[in-house]
C-alpha cells in the first residue's frame, strides 16, 4: 500500500491475505459465487394480458424503489436493477408478439396507446 507522509511516499506492507481477491479462498481455489434466478420468457409466455400489464407497473414501480433506495444510501440488492428491466423488456416483447399474431400493426397500436392517455375512447 502506498501513502503520502509530509509529501514523501512511503511504502507500507500490506498482509496477503488483505491482497486476496474478494473470488478466491485462502486456499486459492474460487468460491461458488452464488447467482440469482433470471426471469425467464417461458414464464411470461404462460401469463394472461393483464397479469402482463400488471406486472410491468409493478415492474416500474419496483425500478423507482430501488432508485429511492440507492438515492437514499439504503440497502438495496443492485442486481435487482437488472432483474427488473429484464422482466419489463420479456414481458413488453411477450404482448407485443401476441399483437403481432393477432395482426395489429405498431402503428395502430402506437395510435391506440396516446388515445387511451389521452382519454379518448378507441377508434
Not at 414464464?43 to 406486472?55: H, M, Q, S, T, V
Request: glycine share 6%; hydrophobic share 40%; proline share 5%.
Amino acid at each position: 500500500m502506498v501513502m503520502m507522509l509530509g509529501g514523501s511516499f512511503m511504502v507500507r506492507p500490506v498482509a496477503p491475505s488483505a491482497r486476496m481477491s474478494a473470488a478466491t479462498s485462502p486456499s486459492g481455489a474460487h468460491r461458488s459465487v452464488s447467482t440469482c434466478a433470471w426471469p425467464k420468457v417461458a414464464d411470461a409466455r404462460a401469463k394472461g394480458d393483464e397479469e402482463l400489464i400488471k406486472g410491468i407497473a409493478e415492474g416500474k414501480r419496483k425500478l423507482m424503489d430501488l432508485r429511492f433506495a440507492r438515492a437514499f444510501r439504503t440497502d438495496y440488492k443492485a442486481h435487482e436493477f437488472q432483474h427488473t428491466r429484464m422482466m419489463i423488456a420479456q414481458y413488453n416483447t411477450v404482448i407485443r408478439e401476441r399483437q403481432i399474431a393477432a395482426g395489429v400493426s405498431n402503428r395502430t397500436m402506437r395510435l391506440a396507446k396516446r388515445r387511451a392517455k389521452a382519454g379518448l375512447p378507441p377508434k
